[in-house]
Each structure stands twice: as C-alpha cells, then as structure tokens.
C-alpha cells in the first residue's frame, strides 16, 4: 500500500500555482498541451538533458524543465518539486523508470490511485480484480503440456510485448522457452484489438453515471506491433516460422479506430463493472484508464489487459476524438486530466483525484 499522506502534501501548497508535471516521454506531450490548454503552469522532468524535441513542438512544450541525473533522482528531488506546487502525472514510462515500489512511495501528489498499481502489476490480482468484474478474460494454460491451440506466451514484466510469442502445440513453446523466465500462457483470442480509452470521476456527475461520480469513453486505438503487424506482407506466420522468423509483438505506434456503435453499451458496462469493483477492492481506480480487448466474431469482448493511467494510444487524439468531440470539442485525455485537477482545486477536494 502506498503510505504518502496527500493532505499533508497538500497541506504546503499555493493553490492557486499548481504547476502540472511528468516525465518527458509517452503522453508528455499531450499532458502539456492539455494542462496548457487549462491555464496550468508545466514542468517536464527530463534525464540528462532538456530534450531538443520539445522546441519542435511549442504548444507540448512544458513551461519549465527539471533535469535529473536519473530517474531514481526524481524521488530525492521531492522537496524541490513541491516547493513549486507539483502535481505529477504518471504515465507508463514514468512509473516504469522510476520502479513501482520507488513511485508508490514518491512524495508528491500524483493524479489518480497510487495503490491501483499493486492490483495492475501482478498477474493474479488483475485477474481476480477483472474477473470479479464480470469481465471475460482469455484463458489461462497453467500446464504448457496442455497447450491445445494457439496461445501467447507473456514474460512477466515484459513492457511492450517484448519477448512474447506465439505456440501452437507443447512442441513449439519448449522451443522458445527461454529458462527461469517467469511466464504466462493465454489462450491466442481471434479477433480484433481494441484499445478502450476511459476516464472515470468520482467527484463530477457530468457522464455515464455509476454509484458514485461518472464515466466517460475519450477514445480508442489499436496498437501497431511490429513485426506480427505487417509480417504478412513476407509470408504467412506459419510459412516464416518454419524458416526460423518469429513474429514479435513489440509496440511501435497507434492508430485512431472507432467501434461500430451498438457495442458501445458493452464498452461502457465493462467499464463500469471495472471503476465499481475497484472501488470495493482498494478504494477505486480514478481518472484515466484503459481495457486491452479483443473483440471475437460472436461480438464478444475478451480483455487481456488493464492499464490504470493514461497510455500512450490516447496520443492520436491531442485535438479529440470522434468520441471525445461529443463531450467536448479538442479534448483529449490529457486536457482532461487537467481539467479534473482545475475542477477539484476550485471545489476543494484535490485529496479526492490525488494520492
Ligand atoms: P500485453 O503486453 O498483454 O498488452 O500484450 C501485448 C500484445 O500482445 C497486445 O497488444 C496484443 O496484440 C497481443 N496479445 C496479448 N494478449 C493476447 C491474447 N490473449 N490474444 C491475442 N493477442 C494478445
């Protein structure tokens, strides 16, 4: 559990200079802009060097940037970042160059629920979490003997699919088994990927309303993997692998998707099932977060994933999205968050949003 006292943190803040802040790498980019867009002051916490690409881009460019030597500094800088009345927001690259155990204990006020990540980063919790949920994951093949279709086999703590594959028989797993590796078996779900981008509040009733607060779709993607992605375009994976050439799921882009609207009351029950059962099983998830889903042909959502923080996929949508456009126009995930903080400062209940 994460033992950061926010109102404490809070308790020395100027209020009215919150300045929002993250790693620059991800979605920094669109967390700047956003925060920008909400009359925040940013800050881009960069190792080594004011990294040259921001000047590429003005209006992602954050106001102001905090070199560290490395991210591990980032947590001994502390007292510097609250003196300017920091916000962090965490992203997947942030908490995974900090370490998890490094970022539940950071002393600043981050944007969401520090103790999601115990829940998202270990396999069984997620699943229990998911499937208390209602929600259909893709089996699990404890025994890799009894592998009797396609799976993918998932290296724990693997970022980016990397060193993951696919098998088909008992045969080809001990093939590329690589020994004293932690793993996972899944079943290989047919269909296609869906990427679902949600936001959840629980101090503002202005969208799909669960028990307490409300709900909002922002957005979808599909990731683009290389080399399982284009590997058609050589030969079927079947034909490569004989010769040697496995495909690898390595994320290298996204790509915007819309979904065909009747399964949208399906998006948002999972949704929901997800935001309430976490706020039975450790105090709720909050703000943005993602369903990693595949969408079979009987129109049935298998989630293989859960990720409790803005991803990188909500990046082809800095100026909306065809579902966010219904909210409201140019907004995106990051602008969201910023608007959650602004909303929660200006009605005193930051403690809610941060932790
Ligand atoms: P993950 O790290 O779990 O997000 O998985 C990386 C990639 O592997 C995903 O983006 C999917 O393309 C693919 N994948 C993961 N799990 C499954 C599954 N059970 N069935 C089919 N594809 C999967």
């Known amino acids: 559990m994460a033992k950061i006292d926010v109102q404490k943190l809070l308790s020395t803040y100027d209020k009215k200079d919150l300045t929002i802040a993250t790693v620059c790498s991800h979605s920094s980019l669109q967390i700047f802009n956003g925060a920008k867009k909400e009359g925040f002051k940013t800050l881009g916490i960069s190792v080594g060097e004011v990294k040259k690409i921001y000047d590429a881009f003005p209006l992602g460019k954050p106001d102001e940037f905090f070199i560290v030597d490395k991210y591990q500094d980032i947590a001994s800088s502390a007292k510097e970042l609250r003196e300017k009345n920091v916000i962090v927001i965490p992203h997947g690259s942030f908490v995974e160059y900090l370490g998890a155990e490094n970022f539940l204990n950071l002393a600043l006020p981050a944007f969401g629920n520090r103790n999601v990540l115990l829940w998202e980063s270990d396999r069984k919790m997620e699943r229990q979490w998911l499937e208390e949920a209602g929600l259909t994951m893709p089996q699990e093949i404890k025994n890799p ?108 882009g996204n790509i915007p998707i819309v979904m065909r609207e009747s399964l949208l009351p399906k998006v948002f029950k999972m949704g929901e099932t997800v935001v309430e059962t976490s706020l039975t099983l450790f105090g709720g998830i909050i703000g943005s977060f993602c369903l990693e889903t595949v969408v079979t042909e009987d129109l049935e959502f298998k989630v293989f994933e859960i990720s409790a923080r803005i991803v990188a996929g909500t990046n082809p949508y800095i100026a909306g999205s065809p579902y966010a456009e219904l909210i409201q126009p140019d907004l995106s995930t990051g602008r969201r968050i910023a608007q959650e903080i602004k909303y929660a400062n200006k009605t005193d209940k930051l403690q809610y949003i941060l932790s």
């Open 145 to 252: 003997k009894k592998i009797d279709r396609p799976v993918i086999v998932k290296y724990h703590g693997a970022k980016g699919g990397k060193g993951f594959f696919i098998a088909k028989t008992y045969k080809e797993f001990s093939k590329r088994i690589i020994k004293n590796k932690k793993y996972t078996i899944q079943e290989f779900v047919m269909g296609t990927r869906y990427y679902l981008h949600y936001f959840y509040s629980p101090i503002q009733n202005n969208g799909y309303q669960l028990s307490k607060g409300s709900l909002q779709l922002l957005s979808m993607d599909r990731r683009d993997e290389t080399t399982i992605d284009e590997v058609q375009r050589l030969g079927s994976i079947a034909e490569l692998e004989e010769l040697g050439i496995h495909p690898t799921f390595v994320v290298t």
